[in-house]
């Protein structure tokens, strides 16, 4: 199963919904195929030029190490030097927390990840689950 630009669309709209039903600060999504490729992104108005970056990294860590953001953030407290070469890998663009959620379709396989950034890592997590059941699919933060 792929991830459609339609359904993209779908969980970043809706992500961005979240947030400001949650009054967060201005958030960025980006969404990513099984292969770490951009599938769409959006940057709210007054968030930061840079989110980008965060929200590319988030993603991308979890979709290649099919590894959500929060399992990510644990071992790189429990084994920092892992995270540090996994990084050196990716060439930097991995960012090890909360807001990178894996997609999985209903048989586990990963179909790609979101990337959210913009408020606190929990919260952008909640607001990319928002996105991703709006969309009917299966997220694991």
Sequence with gaps: ???????????????????????????????????????????????????????????????????AGTAQMQRAEAQAYFMAAVNGVYGGQVVPVPGGVLLRDRKGAVIGAVGVTGDTSDNDAIAAMAGIEAAGLVGEI
Excluded: C, N, Q, W
């Design 1 to 67: 199963m792929a991830i459609s630009l339609r359904k993209a669309r779908t969980i970043i709209r809706k992500a961005l919904e979240k947030g400001r039903e949650m009054e967060l600060k201005p958030l960025s999504a980006a969404v990513l195929d099984a292969g770490g490729h951009v599938i769409a992104f959006e940057r709210e108005d007054g968030a930061a030029p840079g989110r980008f970056a965060i929200a590319h990294g988030k993603a991308y860590g979890s979709v290649m190490l099919g590894m």
